[in-house]
């Protein structure tokens, strides 16, 4: 049986709650809540979670070293997975620099037109070719989060590096009432074609509009396991952002409950087997 294992989740320094910018600020409560590693590790332990892979919160922008440094001192149960400005100077510089410190992977906001800091159909743009260059070069695994319809340029980004490691964000946000054939998710599934993209089963409570347990969204891992594999499927809580809607243990246990369409063995490898693959071999 393969570990347990988290694979999106964010943690933070005590001292920096409420002082993020922008939709994390101060009236937010994922700012406002308590979030470090110590902290995490014991909602770890209560559920049963062997392993877990840091994403870098936007509360600190573009500064990784406080999930780095968690990461780093203990290294055989968490990865890190650092964020940089894709369309900034020194993008691939900032890349190697965060690898080298023991950045595992890196996540872009690939955002919808006119949403945060690198708006606009950015994505395999040759201005960020640099950038991929780099991605491919150090080998380190990408997760995007928000790519839209915009998922649909992966495929020449792909063509161009046939080696990427990508991890689409929490399903690529589908909405639920506007069904499966939804431009959004309809690129998300035509990305299984291309055997290096995996699949996050994640962000429940951002993305459904049912409250827990999220069963308008389990058609959407019905669809995504069936058309990429449960060995390209992985289970991510979100924490803390959790804590405020089922908590930390029942997000843990969702699947598990609720996609009763999943074998033992497809669970196996959501739950853990995929990420251990990916993101700790």
Known sequence: ??????SHLHVWDETAAGKAPGPMGPGNYSAQAQASVELFMDYMDEAGVDKAVFVQPWLY???????????????DR?????????RGPGAAAALKKWRAQGATGIRLRAYREGEGPTTGP????????????????TDTIVCLLWAGRGLARLH????????????IDHLNNPVPKASLHQPVFKALLELASLPTVSVKLSGFHHWCEERYPYRDGMPFVEAAVKAFGADRCMWGSDFPHVLAGCGYVRNRNLLPREAKFLSTVQLDAIMGGTAERLWFN
């Open 1 to 6: 049986m393969a570990p347990i294992i988290d």
């Open 61 to 75: 922008h573009w500064d990784n070293s406080y999930m780095i440094e968690c990461a780093r001192r203990y290294p």
């Open 78 to 86: 968490f990865r890190a997975v650092c964020v940089i400005d894709p």
């Open 122 to 137: 950015w994505l395999g743009i040759e201005e960020t070719m640099p950038l991929w260059e780099a991605i491919a070069e």
């Open 156 to 167: 020449g980004l792909l063509k161009r590096f046939p080696s990427l490691r990508v991890v």
